[in-house]
């Protein structure tokens, strides 16, 4: 079995900063993937950036980048110049390689700050 | 439709009541997936449908709850005599199948079920 844990519930930084969530994680599996998903007010979950583990090289989408570190079993989100519209909880997520469930972590609420 | 619709948004009801949650997948989707939200929780698994078959419902908490998807395209959560602690969001996404399914999650945004 699998599981993802989130160690900061809450966190909030001003707007224009960066910020980092961590994600660990813990799976035998050898091919994976992992992903980050915001869920705004709305509820709808959102797809932020996601990671083959196959691929050494970290994902980045526009000001969301990760930091892959498949030995330690770490995925951690980095936000740059940080907006208001990224207040939202944040979701780290697996999921083996051939298999159709995501396994999510509890959370990490960010708060952005004007 | 352009997204993943689920109905109601909102749902109240009294403790031993059966509810009905719908959700309408993205058209040509073909995997369908239904997610339990509790409060301060993550997102809980509860059942995959590959087209009408459900290849893996392991995740459904207790045989009060059961699911069914018609025409490869509407599925219907059901919950019977609802308890307390079923209140929670209930997620629905689809994908264009299994194998695409990491890169093609479409969630809906959910129905919020309060039991009292």
């Known amino acids: 079995a699998q599981t993802v844990t989130q160690s900061q519930p809450e966190m909030s930084v001003q707007e224009a900063e960066t910020v980092t969530l961590s994600c660990t994680y813990d799976?035998?599996?050898?091919?994976?993937?992992l992903f980050w998903y915001k869920q705004p007010p709305s509820r709808q979950m959102i797809l932020v950036i996601r990671q083959e583990a196959y691929k050494q090289q970290n994902a980045t989408e526009n000001r969301f980048s990760v930091n892959f570190q498949k030995a330690a079993k770490s995925f951690s989100l980095k936000i740059s110049d940080s907006q208001l519209g990224d207040t939202a909880m944040y979701f780290c997520?697996?999921?083996?390689?051939?298999?159709?469930?995501?396994?999510f972590g509890t959370g990490t609420r960010l708060t952005i700050i004007p | 439709g352009a997204g993943v619709s689920q109905s109601p948004s909102n749902k109240v009801t009294e403790k031993g009541k059966d509810v009905e949650l719908r959700c309408d997948p993205i058209s040509g989707h073909t995997a369908l997936y239904w997610y339990r939200q509790s409060l301060g929780q993550g997102l809980e698994f509860l059942i995959y449908?590959?087209?009408?078959?459900?290849?893996?419902k392991s995740g459904l908490p207790s045989d009060r709850f059961s699911a069914e998807r018609t025409g490869g395209s509407v599925s219907t959560l059901t919950i019977q005599r609802t308890q307390q602690e079923d209140s929670a969001v209930y997620l629905c996404a689809s994908s264009q199948g299994v194998y695409r399914a990491p890169y093609g999650y479409t969630f809906g945004s959910g129905t919020r079920l309060t039991v009292v």
């Open positions: 799976t035998s599996e050898n091919n994976y993937y």
């Open positions: 449908f590959q087209g009408n078959s459900a290849p893996d």
């Open positions: 997520a697996f999921s083996p390689f051939g298999n159709e469930k995501l396994t």
